[in-house]
């Protein structure tokens, strides 16, 4: 099966049920991209933070999640870019555990 880019963005940043086949499909396509062709928004982010709360996702799965958006041209995380940021960069702002993860949960609600 073959998966556009769009797609295989929108998997492997919600970690849907095919992103390892989102992984590969990407390798498929270039790496700039002129466009943006997918948003993390508020409710993207509150689930990925809830799977962690679940155990579905560690902390490093997390943690490399943000740094994947953060260098990625094609999404764009300028709604939550101040949590994309303390979650890749957790030896500067803070190590990531479910105290931190609640607390940014409640904060996302909040709004």
């Keep these: 099966m073959s998966m556009d880019r769009s797609t295989a963005l929108k998997q492997i940043v919600t970690f849907g049920p095919e992103r390892e086949l ?6 498929n396509f270039g790496y700039d991209s002129d466009e ?5 928004s508020e409710s993207v982010l509150i689930g990925v933070l809830k799977k962690y709360i679940a155990d579905e996702v ?3 799965e997390l943690e490399e999640w943000a740094n994947f958006i953060e260098c990625r041209e ?15 960069n957790p030896i ?3 190590m990531i555990d479910k105290d931190k993860i609640k607390q940014m949960l409640k904060t996302l609600n909040a709004t």
């Excluded at 943006?36 to 993390?40: K, Q, S």
């Excluded at 094609?74 to 890749?88: F, R």
């Design 22 to 27: 989102a992984i590969s499909a990407l390798v």
């Design 92 to 94: 500067l702002v803070g």
């Design 58 to 60: 560690t902390s490093e």
């Design 36 to 40: 943006e062709l997918f948003e993390i």
């Design 74 to 88: 094609d999404l764009n995380y300028e709604k939550v870019e101040g949590y994309i940021y303390a979650l890749a």
